[in-house]
């Protein structure tokens, strides 16, 4: 399957969010909803969106004992989400209720992994106690999600190859940190261009202000989907 493009949508408010996407009907597929949004505008934006003909991926990053991680993948079943995040370092067994509930109410919706934050280096992971290099933290928390049924993990495109080379194939890889050439990389440390980013192996791209800062966001998206090809 080529690589799709996913919206940040890291916008403040409901209006915002609806002016934003208007334009982009028809032309783009996957949009993010992350805390801030969801915490704001709840469900009722997530259903507007998704009558919108979006489909959408919920960024909750949940981490939280088992059944309460459960609970809320169910709550999520009812709602047009079709992929939601989950901390991997909550362990296995949160991991594995999650997706018992995504089977059991959700089968469309794709539960992915989140492993270890970039905003964490190795001496702030060391600093929760974890004794591990971030890099052999990512590899062995990806390796306990996909024991632990998750489908998917979020990573970064420099991740990516290692990933892709250990994970069984059918695990789907979504990267942010994608620069498309020429843009600003905002604040982010290491960026990789679309194109490279799904040779590199990933399923799904994430983008926010590259297109949510254009001029024409809709040319934006446009470059974007021509650079991977679709
Ligand atoms: O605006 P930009 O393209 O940098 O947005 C990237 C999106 O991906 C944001 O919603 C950000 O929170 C998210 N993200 C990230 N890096 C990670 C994990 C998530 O940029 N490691």
């Known amino acids: ?58 960024d909750l990053k949940l981490h939280d004992i088992p059944n309460t991680v459960a ?5 999520i079943a009812p709602l047009p989400v079709g992929m939601l995040t989950i901390h991997t370092s909550g362990g296995r067994e949160m991991m594995a209720w999650a997706r018992k509930a995504q ?37 062995r928390l990806a390796s306990l999600a996909v024991d632990s049924g998750m489908q998917g993990l979020v990573c970064s495109p420099q991740e990516t190859p290692a990933l ?11 990267t942010p940190g994608v620069r498309p050439v020429g843009s600003s990389a905002d604040e982010q440390k290491r960026v990789m261009t679309p194109a490279d980013a799904a040779a590199a192996g990933a399923d ?11 001029p024409d966001p809709a040319a934006a998206v446009a ?7 679709r």
């Not at 970039?118 to 890099?135: C, I, K």
């Not at 470059?223 to 090809?229: H, N, R, W």
Request: hydrophobic content about 50%.
């Open 223 to 229: 470059a974007i989907l021509a650079d991977l090809g």
């Open 1 to 58: 399957m080529p690589c799709e493009l996913i919206l940040a949508l890291d916008v403040e408010t409901r209006a915002e969010a609806i002016r934003t996407l208007e334009p982009l009907k028809g032309r783009l597929r996957w949009v993010k909803i992350g805390l801030q949004l969801f915490t704001a505008h709840g469900p009722e934006l997530v259903r507007e969106v998704g009558s919108m003909g979006f489909q959408i991926f919920l």
């Open 103 to 139: 089977a059991d109410h959700a089968h469309d919706l794709l539960l992915l992994g989140v492993t270890v934050l970039t905003s964490l280096d190795t001496v702030g992971l060391n600093e929760t106690g974890v004794p591990a290099s971030a890099a052999d933290q990512v590899a």
């Open 71 to 75: 609970k809320s993948v169910a709550s």
């Open 204 to 214: 799904y791209i994430v983008v926010g202000r590259p297109i949510l800062k254009a």
């Open 164 to 174: 892709r080379a250990t994970l069984p194939a059918g695990i789907r890889l979504v």
